[in-house]
């Protein structure tokens, strides 16, 4: 079973911000929230991945809940290109790789 | 840095046939992973690798797929004989110790 739970598809408009929801309320202390994104006919790209504390980097923005039951990805100003499936994911460092993807959130951004 | 390699970008093969894939890590990173996608099954984790030596397949189908990795930097996941139900979309990611996946492009498979 899935330990994340996404909207199945997001709409946004060019050079607006996309949030992009995350609920994982199962989550526990030592899990990360990683999130990559999946462009057409491409293999998955990393975003971001964040603890405790809000993440910054040059391709988004990830705000944690204090509880850390969920989260958000924050694309600030979308462009066409970020139309892509977005996979939230929780793991521990010392885990092995049995990564579960869920279906993830298919975004479109519109022109 | 030209990220993970993976060889042949296509592939079309029928029944029976033996199938191999390729894969060239990025340099200097010391796990291998490959994946294979399907629109039934998603993501799933195949095998993976940490200095070369495998470390779980739990995720590999049957005996027919084996995977192996002779360097740091050549990985190889073979399937024989084939079979259609085998069509799908294999990735290769690879990683420097315990952080963020890269993936290649992946191999399209087709078994006809």
């Known amino acids: 079973d899935a330990k994340t739970t996404q909207p199945p598809s997001m709409d946004c408009a060019e050079g607006r911000a996309a949030n992009l929801p995350c609920n994982h309320s199962?989550?526990?202390?030592?899990?990360?929230v990683y999130w990559y994104r999946q462009i057409h006919s491409q293999g998955p790209q990393y975003i971001i991945h964040?603890?405790?504390?809000?993440e910054t980097n040059e391709m988004a923005s990830l705000i944690i809940t204090e509880d850390r039951k969920s989260s958000t990805l924050i694309l600030p100003h979308a462009t066409l290109r970020d139309t892509a499936v977005y996979y939230c994911?929780?793991?521990?460092?010392?885990?092995?790789?049995?990564?579960?993807w869920g279906a993830g959130t298919k975004l479109i951004i519109k022109p | 840095d030209a990220g993970v390699i993976q060889s042949p970008r296509h592939e079309v093969t029928e029944m029976g046939q033996e199938v191999t894939l390729r894969c060239k890590p990025i340099s200097g990173h010391d796990y291998l992973f490959w994946y294979r996608q399907t629109m039934m099954r998603g993501l799933e984790l195949l095998i993976y690798?940490?200095?070369?030596?495998?470390?779980?397949d739990s995720g590999m189908p049957e005996d027919r797929f084996s995977a192996k990795m002779p360097n740091a930097s050549f990985s190889t996941l073979k399937i024989q004989p084939s079979e259609p139900r085998d069509s799908a979309v294999y990735f290769c990611a690879s990683s420097s110790a315990n952080e963020k996946l890269f993936f290649g492009s992946g191999t399209q498979l087709s078994v006809l």
């Open positions: 994911i929780v793991r521990a460092m010392d885990s092995n790789y049995q990564l579960i």
């Open positions: 199962t989550i526990s202390g030592n899990e990360y």
């Open positions: 964040g603890l405790k504390n809000n």
């Open positions: 690798f940490n200095n070369n030596v495998p470390i779980d």
